[in-house]
């Protein structure tokens, strides 16, 4: 009971923090991934290894394909639970024994991208460290996550076009080339029929520099994700899950989707989204053996859709462990 009114009140703390925080920085673009209800550990530390399965996932997202110099990102994840036996020494009457041990309550990801937004380019990756444990008579698992990032930023200057094509500033922009490290933290709830977490990413809001020297202040804000869904068996063989995904930097820009996702007995789905951009998205998917490839489009309905074809992501993923083990709890860790 006493945990249950600690989470409610880090929840209410959370939420009061983002309507009060102060407007100090400017917006840094950031990837959008479409498919988080199916594979959120890139968002969210804290879901590595999250089912007990070992999850390898490859996606690419093309936006507004026709423009040119489009924003496109392709990215590969891996997470797993940790779930080796292991033997601990114990000292039992004045002697010592090895004693089998499970460790089931920690596991570690990693994932790699290369996103390019017209003349600015990114190529990092991240490493996540998650524990896990439950509460509540084991009906819940509260994870908590850390990930350390590294990117390589660089801008094109083959790409850039120049009024002045001897402006010193302009031409040193178009030789960046620099590493910036940073760092995320989440938390999430996964019960039998919900999940619900929280990230916080780019802590270390690290400067943009040209040859060690600030860019003229600007860096990387704090962006902030809530992410949460439920499942819902109205038949057997059939799973309705609701979710959304917010986005929210420290000057209040925000972006929020809400998603309705519809399976049949976890080989077919399809779903339907709405961004608050007012992009209009459709999802479409199966599995194979213990491949899942999910395919979706965004339809834009603001002026840009006479100006592009619209955004296209695809996801494949490879889930290695037993489905059916997978939500119980008791006998899986």
Known sequence: ??????????????????LNVQHKLAAQQTPIYTHYMF??????????????????????????????GYPRTNWISYHARILKRRFILKNSFGSKKYKPKTSGKTAFGAYFYNDRNGVIGRN?????????????????????GLSAQLYHLNFNRDLMILKNENDPFLNSVGRMNYFIPDFSIGANLLGRSYFAGITAAQLLQSKFK???????????????????????????????EPSFLA????????????SLKVSYNDNLWMGISYRSNKDIITLLGFK???????????????????????THELSISAIIGSSEKRFRWKDRY
């Open 288 to 310: 194979y053996s213990n491949f899942y490839f999910s395919y979706a489009f965004e339809y834009p309905t603001t002026s840009l859709k006479s100006q592009n074809y619209g």
């Open 247 to 258: 986005k929210v930097n420290e000057q209040f820009k925000y972006q929020v989707d809400f």
């Open 210 to 240: 040209i040859y060690g020297q600030d860019l003229g202040g600007y860096k990387n804000p704090r962006i902030y994700y809530v992410m949460a869904g439920y499942k819902y068996y109205p038949y057997q063989d059939y799973l309705i």
């Open 39 to 68: 594979n959120g550990f890139v968002i969210n530390p804290a879901l590595a290894g999250v089912d007990g399965s070992k999850v390898i996932n490859l996606s690419t997202r093309q936006q507004w394909v026709g423009y040119e």
């Open 124 to 144: 990092g990756g991240q490493v996540s460290y998650a524990y896990h444990t439950f509460f509540n008579r084991r009906t819940t698992q509260l994870s908590l």
């Open 1 to 18: 009971m006493k945990q249950r009114y600690v989470l409610k009140f880090i929840g209410l703390i959370f939420i009061f923090y983002l």
